[in-house]
């Protein structure tokens, strides 16, 4: 189970909203970290089926590369409202705290966000036309239903979108309270 530690540098600080937004995040990255035990015997009943019985499977394949883009689509947020996500630490570490808000606000506002309005848009899209075709896979024993992992597209970008609002948020609080 993900351990929910400070996502914040001071969570006292952090409007409720904020705390409630991450506290969702940290639930959801809970019960997404299961999939991970799912993965694993997934993973290991294909590996048993395909060297010890000789059988292979398409849609045990699909199922694994399913199940590892959930986990890592949702994933996304849990590291940003936990404070795991890629930055130059380098850096930032050597700025005020009023500038690293500054700095963050700047690369959600402008990277983060635009970024995820359009994986979101077209994400439905996407998965509404999955849906639409009742979309399946191309192999002949793959998997159906292809608009359900296609869903994930957008739902995650959803939590992410949250994430960076929590962030946003937190960011400017800093920036007044100093």
């Known amino acids: ?41 997934v993973i290991i009943m294909q590996v048993i089926s395909r060297y010890v019985f000789n059988v292979n ?9 399913h199940l590892y883009a959930v986990f890592i689509m949702f994933g996304i947020s849990y590291a940003m409202v936990n404070n795991a996500h890629v930055r130059v630490d380098i850096l930032r570490n050597n700025f005020s705290p009023k500038t690293q808000s500054i700095i963050e606000i700047f690369g959600l506002l402008f990277l983060t966000l635009p970024f995820v309005y ?12 999955s849906y639409r075709t009742n979309e399946r896979s191309n192999a002949v024993d793959g998997l159906s239903h292809l608009w359900i992992i296609k869903s994930v597209i957008p739902l995650s970008f959803m939590v992410l979108a949250l994430a960076t609002l929590s962030k946003l948020i937190h960011n400017i609080n800093r920036i007044i309270k100093g």
Do not use: T
């Not at 409007?15 to 995040?25: A, G, Q, T, Y």
């Open 118 to 129: 359009i994986v979101m848009e077209y994400g439905l899209e996407f998965a509404q036309e």
């Open 57 to 65: 499977s398409i849609a045990v394949e699909e199922l694994q590369w």
């Open 1 to 41: 189970m993900l351990k929910n530690h400070d996502a914040h540098e001071s969570e006292k600080d952090s409007p409720d909203i904020c705390l409630k937004i991450d506290n969702f995040i940290f639930r959801l990255g809970n019960i997404i970290s299961f999939l991970s035990v799912i993965l694993i015997a």
